[in-house]
């Protein structure tokens, strides 16, 4: 029997043991809270890199990628963590006045937050693929989320579809896929739409 047919097989599962690895070295690194942001950054970065066919040692590259984007990406998630913080207080507090006012502030907050989730949802990809600052990283995300309206919708109907999995599937199922490849596969997905919108930029770079 030719071994070569077994190939694809192998490949498949080498592929899938990678990406289980992956995922709980990613959950492992989230553990401080503060290296949520550095995490996210590595894990695109990775993802990115296997969209495009630039296969290579996941969890040695998302390591390597660790250590380089901590600075920049621990800034930006301080950030984000606080002025998250300021709009959930806020979203606990005017929804519930019944006032006028309060209706007005909630419409207020309400875009706010989505402004927050889509400027977050760039940040981190943008700090793991270019050389940059955190406060440049952030505001070029703003512009491409801007300029990529499609692109950002798709990203944020991910987040749903996410969201109701986890809502709508028994929990032992929800943690199950969550500790294997849960995350890993929001990301390979989130990243199939970022490496579209960051392609032209790598040209010009």
């Not at 070569?4 to 690895?21: A, H, M, R």
């Not at 993802?47 to 296969?55: D, V």
């Not at 040692?57 to 990628?65: M, P, Q, S, W």
């Not at 507090?93 to 989730?117: D, E, N």
Request: contains cysteine; positive net charge.
């Amino acid at each position: 029997m030719n071994a070569g047919k077994f190939n694809p097989l192998i490949d498949s599962i080498n592929t899938l043991c990678n990406l289980f690895v992956l995922n709980v070295i990613f959950l492992i690194t989230c553990i401080p809270v503060f290296t949520i942001g550095t995490a996210l950054s590595s894990l695109y970065y990775v993802m990115i890199k296997e969209i495009k066919g630039e296969y290579g040692y996941l969890v040695r590259t998302y390591i390597r990628e660790f250590k380089r984007n901590f600075k920049n990406s621990t800034i930006a998630f301080l950030i984000f963590f606080f002025i998250g913080a300021i709009l959930l207080f806020n979203a606990l507090f005017w929804p519930f006045r019944g006032t006028a006012l309060s209706s007005v502030a909630t419409g207020i907050l309400a875009a706010l937050s989505i402004i927050w989730l889509v400027i977050s949802h760039y940040t981190f990809p943008l700090i793991g693929r270019f050389v940059n600052t955190t406060i440049n990283a952030i505001k070029n995300s703003l512009g491409l989320a801007i300029s990529n309206f499609k692109c950002t919708l798709a990203l944020l109907l991910i987040d749903v579809c996410a969201v109701c999995f986890c809502l709508f599937f028994p929990l032992k199922t929800v943690i199950m896929v969550l500790f294997t490849f849960g995350f890993v596969l929001v990301a390979y997905f989130q990243s199939i739409i970022f490496n579209k919108v960051f392609t032209p930029y790598e040209k010009q770079e």
